[in-house]
């Protein structure tokens, strides 16, 4: 019995662990590690205002609001009104994006999706990597194409700070020896506002507070689960030691 019990423990672990990340990784296509954690106050705030200042004129949070947001970051009230709210006077209200409809289909050919739960469907780390990866593409409407998602209606809001990039190319042989010309990466073409590692910094923390908007309860329910699997594994062994004492004269 014993032995079960290191065993669930080995499997927890390794369900919950670097392993695991490691198998949902063979499935696709590994992305960089952004590196986010949504215990981390200081970022989720900085995220909040990259987010309300670069993001918010296009893209809503419909299920997130905003005395949601000042009472989970510890941001006062009047904090909250003159720096995150400018698309509502009322802190209850939810995060909606000022842009209408009909403009948003004719600029970019469809509205721009709301991102309430973009970090649950794609992961912080695809926001952190779509960020960082435009280029310019002068066949695509605004300029800009994205290494990630090809085609992309969204143009680089963020050329500004992060600088412009172009594409980089490689030949690849074919099935029948021919060289064919296929996008490889980007890099670096004209300085933005800020250096590299500035710009990986304010990109992740946009990943990391819409990590937080996708779930706000997260950081809560992940630190109750360590009590919840502790109890449940401290009353397992409990049980095991109960049972050989009931069961020790029987044989």
């Known amino acids: 019995m014993m032995r079960n019990l290191w065993s669930l423990i080995a499997a927890v672990m390794v369900l919950s662990g670097p392993a695991a990340t490691a198998a949902l990784a063979a499935e696709g296509e590994a992305l960089p590690p952004s590196g986010t954690d949504i215990r981390d106050v200081e970022s989720l705030r900085r995220g909040a205002h990259n987010f309300m200042n670069y993001c918010s004129g296009c893209h809503s949070l419909k299920y997130l609001r ?15 009104k003159a720096g ?9 209200d939810t995060v909606i994006s000022a842009l209408p409809g009909a403009d948003a289909e004719a600029w970019f050919g469809k509205q721009p999706p709301d991102l309430s739960l973009i970090a649950r469907s794609k992961s912080p780390d695809y926001i952190f990597a779509y960020l960082k990866d435009y280029y310019v593409d002068k066949t695509r409407p605004w300029g800009v194409n994205n290494l990630l998602l090809p085609g992309t209606a969204m143009p ?11 594409p980089v190319m490689k030949n690849v042989p074919d099935e029948h020896g021919n060289a064919t010309l296929v996008l490889d990466g980007v890099a670096p073409m004209t300085p933005g506002a800020m250096k590299p590692e500035e710009y990986d910094r304010f990109v992740r923390d946009t990943a990391n507070f819409l990590d937080y908007a996708a779930e706000p309860v997260k950081a809560k329910r992940q630190s109750l689960g360590v009590y919840v699997i502790a109890f449940l594994l401290v009353f397992f062994v409990l049980a095991v030691l109960l049972k050989k004492e009931y069961w020790k004269d029987v044989h």
């Open 156 to 166: 680089a809001v963020l050329a500004g700070l992060q600088g412009l990039q172009k």
């Open 84 to 92: 995150l709210m400018f698309t509502s006077e009322k802190p209850f």
């Open 66 to 80: 905003y005395n949601r947001i000042g009472r989970d970051l510890q941001i006062p009230e009047a904090e909250l």
